[in-house]
């Protein structure tokens, strides 16, 4: 992976490609974000284009549909969870997405070299800052500060493919909710939460494991299981509210480094089960280290857009961050959990170009990295981008040059784009692509 990461090219913002071509590492630019700036050092690669979603807030604009889905599950959680006639879960939708390494995968226990944190995974500020690529970035910090029961919503950024459901940026709504002894077995006095051969006053004195798929070696049995419980019957309350008690669910096994026992919920949707949620049980180690140590917590992180698109039948992701009134409109004026569904507004022609290049002798076709090419289309295509496909590998049977050919699909929400327009953004990647990434135009 590191030789990989040496021999790419970097790809920086498209107005730093002559600096980072011609001047040291040291010159590289101050990056200006909120208010802050940020030394950009051989790891930054959030481009201009990205940093322009900063200030969007989508999901706390009046009537947009990823408002209204934040609104229905704040409600959930606030009518489900009262103590002594108030909500118990605190609301947190303002959180910078700027965090530290340390709050994205370290807290979280993100081994150093688990995929998520690769450079062609994430929007990297400089090598210790970065864009959230989740919310669950703010779980310790939250935890540190006191609170038990939470709603930690926001946008996400992650580096990925160009579809109709797919976008650099989304929004998540996580939550950790946990629970002292007295509470979770208010009824059981005689049980515990912890095993006893675990102290939960000097974890660091105890090993915990994962060892056992059921539950951490920490906990007991009752403990994790009744938290289980709850943690699913609150989760397939939520969809009910959501979808409707028809909805189907199922529960899927999965992997988190910050949750064990782990699992993904499914709901079935349009013939198909979709992904909706991932869930589990907090690693005590979290806990032990950030939060209240006597008690033990589950976490959820659901995806706003995937839930918004089912609800309404938006069809294309990229009509979220559509200005044009022919889609807020639909939303407007409506009873928040009325049923609405989308109508799409007219649909304009897509324009297919394909785009082949031979690579430079430094790179092959499984080297290079296809989300550099896809963030320098979209740099420089904007939201006109439906999508990217990579269409061919080619080696050369006697030369062993070797050539990618990748097929960009063209569209304006809002209009119909011209031939020649198209041409001349497609110009504009090809001549981008032959600067950053040393390729030949075929
Ligand atoms: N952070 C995970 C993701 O973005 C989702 C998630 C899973 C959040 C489990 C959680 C959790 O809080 O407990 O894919």
Redesign the pocket.
């Known amino acids: 992976m590191t030789k990989i990461l040496l021999n790419r090219v970097q790809y920086l913002p498209s107005s730093f490609i002559k600096l980072s071509f011609c001047r040291a590492p040291k010159s590289l630019p101050i990056l200006q974000i909120k208010n802050k700036e940020y030394q950009a050092d051989e790891i930054s690669n959030v481009t201009p284009k990205i940093l322009s979603y900063l200030n969007r807030n989508l999901h706390l604009q009046k009537d947009h549909p990823l408002s209204k889905v934040r609104q229905r599950i704040v409600n959930y959680f606030y009518s489900s969870f009262t103590h002594r006639g108030n909500p118990a879960f605190s609301v947190y939708d303002n959180l910078s997405p700027v965090v530290s390494t340390k709050q994205n995968f370290d807290d979280l226990l993100i081994p150093e070299d688990h995929p998520s944190r690769a450079k062609s995974d994430c929007y990297y500020v400089n090598s210790t800052t970065l864009l959230r ?4 970035a703010h ?1 310790s910090e939250l935890l540190k500060a006191g609170l038990e029961n939470f709603l930690m919503i926001g946008d ?1 950024y992650r580096r990925d493919e160009i579809d109709s459901t797919h976008f650099p940026v989304f929004h ?1 709504v ?3 909710r946990s629970q002292r002894k007295e509470h979770l077995f208010e009824n059981h006095p005689g049980l515990e939460i912890f095993e006893t051969t675990f102290d939960p006053e000097t974890p660091h004195l105890c090993q915990n494991n994962i060892i056992d798929p059921v539950k951490q070696s920490c906990h007991t049995l009752e403990a994790t299981k009744l938290m289980e419980a709850q943690l699913k019957n609150h989760l397939v309350g939520l969809v009910k509210v959501l979808f409707g008690d028809e909805i189907q669910h199922r529960w899927v096994e999965a992997y ?1 480094p ?2 064990h026992p ?1 699992w993904e919920m499914e709901i079935f949707y349009e013939n198909k089960w979709m992904e909706v ?4 049980i ?1 690693r005590n180690e979290i806990l032990a280290a950030s939060g209240p140590n006597n008690s033990i917590a ?4 659901i995806g706003l857009e995937r839930i918004a698109m089912a609800l309404y039948k938006i069809p294309d992701i990229r009509l979220m961050w559509s200005n044009d009134s022919g889609f807020l409109t639909q939303f407007q004026n409506k009873d928040l959990n009325a049923n609405i569904t989308y109508k799409p507004v007219s649909v304009y022609p897509q324009c297919t170009n394909d785009l082949s290049f031979w690579l430079p002798s430094t790179l092959t076709v499984d080297t290079f990295m296809s989300n550099d090419f896809y963030d320098l289309v979209r740099d420089i295509g904007g939201d006109v981008i439906e999508q990217v496909k990579l269409k061919d590998k080619f080696v050369h049977p006697k030369t062993k040059k070797q050539s990618l050919c990748y097929s960009i699909v063209y569209r304006h929400l809002e209009r119909t784009l011209t031939q020649a327009e198209v041409n001349k953004i497609h110009k504009d990647i090809e001549r981008a692509a032959q600067q950053v990434f040393g390729v030949q135009i075929r």
């Not at 690529?133 to 669950?136: L, N, V, Y």
């Not at 589950?298 to 992180?301: E, I, L, R, T, W």
């Open positions: 690529a989740h919310m669950t779980q996400v998540q996580d939550a950790v988190f910050f949750t782990s949620l991932g869930c589990g907090v589950y976490a959820f992180g």
